[in-house]
T-cell receptor
Framework: DSGVTQTPKHLITATGQRVTLRCSPRSGDLSVYWYQQSLDQGLQFLIQYYNGEERAKGNILERFSAQQFPDLHSELNLSSLELGDSALYFC??????????FGPGTRLTVL | GENVEQHPSTLSVQEGDSAVIKCTYSDSASNYFPWYKQELGKRPQLIIDIRSNVGEKKDQRIAVTLNKTAKHFSLHITETQPEDSAVYFCAASKTYNTDKLIFGTGTRLQVFP
């Protein structure tokens, strides 16, 4: 157990819908990262927050957005969902001692 | 742009043999190189990492080597066991604690008893 939690574990929804994925980092970790893992794309970096502020952006679609709250938990919002958005979404957190530790992931299925 | 290439994509070894996975990165500003093990349906787990001021690091049966000049780093697993079977990902980052990871495409390792 990495100490990073994610909910929900599974999400099944229809095209065009909007979903919210939630992540709680390890206690004391200020950075939260979101990654997407699909079969043909591997692990792709989406976005990073550090202590509530957006720090870096990867190839995140405009339909996707995220935020980090004062208690440091983060939410990833996916809207106007398409079939190709079906993937595993991981968040990870890190602190000064180094290393990113991943949560268990949310498996999103868009039908 | 930032890119990490990983080879081979699949690797099959007999139990007790060694396994080597190689990665090459493109961004010369990279200074941190972790390796993750991912079992089917599970989270990527950090198994070992190396920073750019170190050429080699070992942890029991696992070792990682780094050649900054050639922008290569490798994972070595000795005395492989069936429970080592998983997908292994290399990654590169500018710092060890505050930057995104750029991942390789993964190596599926199968260890046959």
């Amino acid at each position: 157990d990495s100490g990073v939690t994610q909910t929900p574990k599974h999400l099944i929804t229809a095209t065009g819908q909007r979903v919210t994925l939630r992540c709680s980092p390890r206690s004391g970790d200020l950075s939260v990262y979101w990654y997407q893992q699909s079969l043909d794309q591997g692990l792709q970096f989406l976005i990073q927050y550090y202590n509530g502020e957006e720090r870096a952006k990867g190839n995140i679609l405009e339909r996707f957005s995220a935020q980090q709250f004062p208690d440091l938990h983060s939410e990833l919002n996916l809207s106007s969902l398409e079939l190709g958005d079906s993937a595993l979404y991981f968040c990870a957190s890190s602190v000064g001692s180094g290393g990113q530790f991943f949560g268990p992931g949310t498996r999103l299925t868009v039908l | 742009g930032e890119n990490v290439e990983q080879h081979p994509s699949t690797l099959s070894v007999q139990e007790g043999d060694s396994a080597v996975i190689k990665c090459t990165y493109s961004d010369s500003a990279s200074n941190y190189f972790p390796w993750y093990k991912q079992e089917l349906g599970k989270r990527p787990q950090l198994i070992i990492d190396i920073r750019s001021n170190v050429g080699e690091k070992k942890d029991q049966r696992i070792a990682v080597t780094l050649n900054k000049t050639a922008k290569h780093f490798s994972l070595h697993i000795t005395e492989t066991q069936p429970e080592d079977s998983a997908v292994y990902f290399c990654a590169a980052s500018k710092t060890y604690n505050t930057d995104k990871l750029i991942f390789g495409t993964g190596t599926r390792l199968q260890v046959f008893p």
